[in-house]
């Protein structure tokens, strides 16, 4: 069996129909022998094999009430006078305008032609077609639902399609975050379920070791993106997420490294150099898959896969890049005896730039040169660091000297990360009134990001145990940040930091010194 063959799964009980789901159309009008004529008319009547189920209503109201239930109904059969002359036109601007619907096909019939005219009512509504009860025969609906459902179907595969695109553009601004590579292979995903005529629900599964840490064991099977009932499931396994059924199928695609069909689902095994198996799971397939399906999943698996791989190894590379930023700032803040110091910073300083309305990527770029800030300590004296008595003025002049021995280790580099370390290093100690070292800077000319750190650092420092003090109360701190607001911090910040203090605390409590 070569790799474009597709695999189908033998299934006795299978019945003859080949229809997947249905085509739903409401029927509005407030005649009876109406609703039961056109169900009978379209009684054996399929499209891509998927036959119609009617749902009714008999006046204008009503039909409002079913519209806002049922958001997936393909082809709207609406009378225009019923209650009120102009009941079906009122329904008809409920649908486009007030439920923002631009999907379900409308078709209005009326046995009063003269009473709205077509022409005014095509311009004036968003109507797809417009006819008069008596020249509807069996044979002429017919061919009017065939397409107003052909039209259906094509306009919500590309809304599935944009969508999917979307998601895809979206998490392109970002990719080496972890919440981006879930987005970019959501929407990959998404294309493919709208490929098929859209899917009602899709998963990559993968057994590659990937961000966030999943909940099953390494090498194990387990959902990576998923959109539809399983867009809840990311980080599960396999095993835990899947019926008896769908996880056989799932285990005949790997077994046979190929692409599973059964009843309503598809399993696309997705070939990869890397030493994981990886697969595409769809089920709700609206209709059964063709040739061209077929060709199509196949290549779509195989260019999954490879941008996925990339993307790990993209992700790979930045993770190794932060760690090594990280345990560089570790080996500085070794030389404090409060071994948490830079875990509380590192989420305190999330919290508060997001607070403050600080761009992702900006909150991105300070939490990665973070670490570096206090890298001017490895030239002050251990002894001057943790020194257990109030310093003397000599002594205090030396330890100010550590923001300038920071600032020249990163000062000449032209990434903004590293230049953003230096600024951080040199300008951690300014203070809002201008008394601050090194260069005195006052106001809003000291960085975002530097007055963030000093109120942060202010309050680690008086919240846990130093040599040369204990810690503080929450009452003795908060009272301390308020008198230093507008003197030596940001008041603007200082106030944002104190409404969510509560939030500052659950950190403290979590990383305590």
């Given amino acids: 069996m070569n790799d474009d063959e597709f695999l189908f799964v033998a299934d006795d009980d299978e019945p003859e129909a080949d229809e997947v789901g249905y085509w739903k159309v409401l029927i509005v009008d407030d005649e009876p022998e109406v609703h039961a004529i056109t169900k009978l008319a379209l009684n054996d009547f399929t499209l891509n094999g998927r036959a119609l189920t009617f749902m009714s209503a008999f006046d204008g109201e009503e039909a409002k009430r079913v519209l806002r239930a049922h958001n997936d109904i393909a082809v709207v059969l609406l009378d225009v006078v019923m209650e009120s002359d102009d009941a079906g036109l009122r329904v008809a601007d409920y649908i486009r305008n007030d439920l923002e619907n631009h999907f379900t096909r409308i078709i209005l019939r009326t046995g009063q032609p003269g009473q709205a005219p077509e022409k005014d009512v095509i311009i004036n509504y968003d109507i797809n077609d417009y006819k008069s009860k008596t020249e509807l025969t069996a044979q002429k609906l017919f061919t009017v639902i065939i397409a107003a459902l052909r039209s259906y179907r094509d306009i919500i595969a590309i809304e599935e399609a944009r969508a999917g695109l979307e ?185 508060l730039a997001r607070l403050a309305g600080m761009p992702e990527a900006e909150i991105q770029q300070l939490l990665t040169a973070l670490p570096l800030h206090n890298v001017g300590n490895s030239f002050v004296p251990y002894s001057l660091l943790n020194k257990d008595a109030p310093l003397t003025s000599e002594e205090y002049h030396e330890i100010q000297k550590h923001a300038e021995f920071g600032y020249r280790i990163f000062k000449d580099s032209k990434r903004p990360i590293i230049r953003l370390a230096a600024q951080l290093a040199r300008h951690h100690h300014e203070r809002w009134d201008g008394m601050g070292y090194p260069d005195g800077l006052a106001g809003n000319n000291v960085s975002l990001q530097s007055r963030i750190l000093a109120i942060l650092d202010a309050y680690d420092a008086l919240r846990n145990k130093r040599s040369y003090k204990p810690a503080w109360s929450l009452e003795e701190t908060v009272d301390t940040l308020k008198n230093a607001a507008g003197k030596q911090f940001d008041p603007a910040l200082v106030d944002l930091f104190l409404k969510h203090i509560d939030r500052f605390e659950v950190i403290q409590s979590q990383y305590a010194g």
């Fill in 167 to 351: 998601k895809i553009i979206d998490a392109s601004a970002d990719l080496f975050s972890s919440r981006s590579l879930e987005g970019f292979m959501r929407g990959l995903i998404q294309q493919l379920a709208s490929i098929l005529g859209g899917a009602k629900n899709a998963a990559y599964i993968t057994s590659a070791v990937a961000l966030p840490k999943p909940v099953s064991q390494a090498g194990e099977m387990y959902i990576f993106a998923g959109n539809g009932e399983y867009a809840g499931k990311e980080g599960y396994r396999l095993k835990d997420s899947l019926n008896e059924f769908e996880y056989k199928l799932c285990q005949d695609a790997l077994q046979q490294q190929q692409v599973v069909y059964a009843e309503e689902h598809l399993v696309a095994y997705c070939r990869s150099d890397k030493n994981h198996g990886s697969l595409l799971f769809l089920t709700g397939l609206p209709r059964p898959v063709n040739d061209i399906d077929k060709r199509l999943v196949q290549k779509f698996t195989e260019n999954v896969q490879l941008a996925f791989d990339n993307l790990l190894d993209s992700a790979e590379l930045n993770e190794t890049h932060h760690e090594i930023v990280q345990r560089l700032g570790d080996a500085m803040d070794s030389r404090e005896t409060d071994e948490y110091h830079a875990q509380r910073l590192n989420h305190m300083s999330e919290l």
